[in-house]
């Protein structure tokens, strides 16, 4: 066992604070990653708030690091010490269900092991993320971070990168293809980036013109201020794919209606509150409404090569740990350019 500093809530009303906890001895199948840069997702708040029912505490959030290998067991081939790795979301999966079987293994049928409010496979053992200086993961659920890019910048890549990356993939973005991005907050920037490197015609909807000027630099073709009046009802007709990732309760019956043809709109976000949708604006046009949730190891890895070869990286504003309560406040007010990524020298 090894003692790390870290930061934790300690309850689901209570700030962030200094907290010092261990993490277990390197096994025979783990690496030990010194961790560089560590991610704010805002499930990290969603989560550290119980805004999704009842979590773990206390609870080290993160679940978007970075960092250097110091430390492998025995029996691991795919690391060696001084590799730069990267952990998203889980940091384990049974490896004998039909989706462990076929590389899918964040679909795993006895649950992922999540990196952090979770309990590993023993059932008693709670999981610590990111924020903290150290993580000890079974090597296989860590991915191989390329050298060539910016490493604040893709801390991001491993939450908000494959989760935009993998619907992107799968609804097929790609040049002739219209991608609409709702919200542009930590996953919206990086579903516009990766889009647009994917060759699609790109508009960002976002509910203030604060972040046209960044949209459009980041690539958008289109910027809608969806607060003005009737400003998706003239999008009617527009879009093959929409990627829903605003983390607020929202209407998505006029969104739906800027779908084309056997358009589809995904939704990541996921607000506290469930939505109220029209048949209607499914069965006009045979739409459809679908959803994504993260993305696989292997997939994982090919998000962050497809990031190296387009020198794609998320938009940081690198903090300090004392600063991860003012952080989740602007997080919440759409006040981030577009991810807060923590030092984790500093805990
Ligand atoms: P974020 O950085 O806070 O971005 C959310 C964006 O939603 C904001 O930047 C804002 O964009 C928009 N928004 C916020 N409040 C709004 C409101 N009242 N009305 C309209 N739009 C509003 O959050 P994030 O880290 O990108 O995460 C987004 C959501 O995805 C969260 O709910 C998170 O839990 C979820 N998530 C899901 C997965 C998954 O696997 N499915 C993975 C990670 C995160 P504009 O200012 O441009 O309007
Ligand atoms: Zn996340």
Excluded at 26 to 46: L, M, P, Q, Y
Excluded at 313 to 319: F, Q, R
């Amino acid at each position: 066992m090894t003692k790390v500093r870290g930061y934790a809530a300690l309850g689901p009303s209570e700030k962030l604070t200094a907290y010092e906890f261990e993490r277990r001895a390197v096994g025979a199948a783990d690496i030990n990653i010194e961790i560089e840069f560590a991610g704010i997702c805002h499930s990290d708040i969603h989560q550290a708030r119980e805004e999704w029912g009842s979590a773990i505490f206390p609870m080290v959030p993160g679940h978007e690091i970075v960092g250097r290998v110091t430390e492998v067991g025995s029996d691991v081939s795919n690391f060696k010490v001084g590799d730069l790795a990267g952990i998203g979301c889980y940091v384990d999966s049974c490896g004998n269900c039909e989706y462990c079987q076929t590389g899918e293994s964040h679909w795993c049928l006895k649950s992922p092991v999540w990196t952090y409010n979770g309990l590993e496979y023993d059932g008693v053992t709670p999981t610590y993320g990111g924020y903290a200086q150290s993580i000890v993961i079974k090597a296989n659920h860590a991915v191989h971070v390329p050298e060539n890019l910016d490493r604040k910048g893709v801390a991001p890549l491993l939450c908000a990168g494959i989760t935009t990356y993998s619907p992107l993939k799968q609804w097929k973005a790609g040049p002739g293809k219209k991608v609409a991005v709702m919200g542009l907050g930590g996953l919206g920037h990086m579903a516009v980036k990766i889009a647009v490197a994917m060759g699609a015609q790109v508009t960002v909807l976002s509910h203030s013109d604060n972040k046209k000027s960044d949209a459009l630099a980041m690539g958008a073709k289109t910027f809608i201020n969806t607060s003005e009046k009737n400003s998706l009802t003239e999008l009617r007709n527009t879009f093959d794919i929409i990627i829903n990732t605003v983390s607020a309760d929202l209407d998505l019956g006029p969104y739906l209606d800027t779908l084309r043809m056997h358009g589809s709109l995904v939704v990541v976000g996921i607000p506290e509150k469930s939505y109220a949708i029209s048949p209607n604006n499914l069965l006009s046009r045979q739409r459809s409404l679908s959803g994504s949730s993260i993305g696989s190891i292997k997939e994982t890895q090919e998000m962050l090569d497809f990031c190296a070869k387009h020198n794609v990286v998320s938009d940081v504003e690198v903090i300090t740990a004392v600063e991860i309560n003012d952080a989740y406040d602007r997080v919440v007010k759409s006040d981030v350019k577009y991810r807060f990524v923590i030092d984790a020298k500093t805990f």
